[in-house]
């Protein structure tokens, strides 16, 4: 039993380039999300997802997308990236919405933009 | 809406000794859960332990415990005879239930372990 897969683990990316930073969950779990933790400030939801097809912004969403096409994958897109957007990066999901199903975390992507 | 806050940014503790971790918040949900997660060098984030707002008893899991203070919005975690494996990055969370499962953490705490 696999989890919360997110890849890859490391990134380094050139203001203005796009990425993917993937996330998989093999536990057919109804909720996701995409949290970023920067120093001194913990971690904050960028967006989430209660079902496939469904999905809203979080905290801090600028400057990302997601979309929701199957119950199992929750990708981020950088569209343009961005020094600010330097970050550790963790997917979570959980069974159904709502925080009586604890969130199991991935291992986070470290991306750097320089 | 809610609010986490961890004071205390660095802690130490002998092994085998006591130590208890502060986090106060503030929220504006009727019912809601908090969590207390640990962060190893590893960066995975570890559920250790989870309060639900409406239950008075104080949750507990093996070494680790909280002092749920609901009045004083206060939720501090207990660990005891603590280990070398427990250092690590603590982080408070609180979330309403009916935010579609959206965590508010605190800034964290730095546990150090000494022998």
């Known amino acids: 039993n696999a989890g919360v897969t997110q890849t890859p683990k490391f990134q380094v990316l050139k203001t203005g380039q796009s990425m993917t930073l993937q996330c998989a969950q093999d536990?057919?779990?109804?909720?996701m999300s995409w949290y970023r933790q920067d120093p001194g400030m913990g971690l904050r939801l960028i967006h989430y997802?209660?079902?496939?097809?469904?999905?809203d912004q979080g905290e801090v969403p600028n400057g990302y997308n997601v979309s929701r096409s199957t119950t199992e994958d929750f990708p981020l897109r950088l569209l343009s990236a961005a020094p600010s957007q330097t970050s550790v990066y963790f997917c979570?999901?959980?069974?159904?919405?709502?925080?009586?199903?604890?969130?199991?975390f991935g291992n986070g992507t470290r991306l750097t933009v320089t | 809406a809610q609010t986490v806050t961890q004071s205390q940014p660095e802690m130490s503790v002998q092994e085998a000794e006591t130590v208890t971790l502060s986090c106060t918040y503030d929220t504006s949900e009727s019912d809601y859960y908090l969590f207390w997660y640990k962060q190893p060098p590893s960066r995975q984030m570890i559920l250790v332990i989870r309060?639900?707002?409406?239950?008075?008893q104080n949750a507990t899991e093996n070494r680790f415990s909280v002092n749920f203070q609901k009045a004083a919005k206060s939720f501090s975690l207990k660990i005891s005879d603590s280990q070398l494996g427990d250092a690590a990055m603590y982080f408070c969370a609180a979330g309403g239930t009916g935010t579609a499962s959206k965590l508010t953490f605190g800034t964290g705490t730095r546990l150090q372990v000494t022998l």
């Open positions: 979570a999901s959980s069974r159904r919405e709502g925080l009586i199903s604890p969130l199991h």
């Open positions: 536990m057919n779990h109804e909720y």
């Open positions: 997802s209660v079902g496939a097809g469904i999905t």
């Open positions: 309060q639900e707002a409406y239950k008075q």
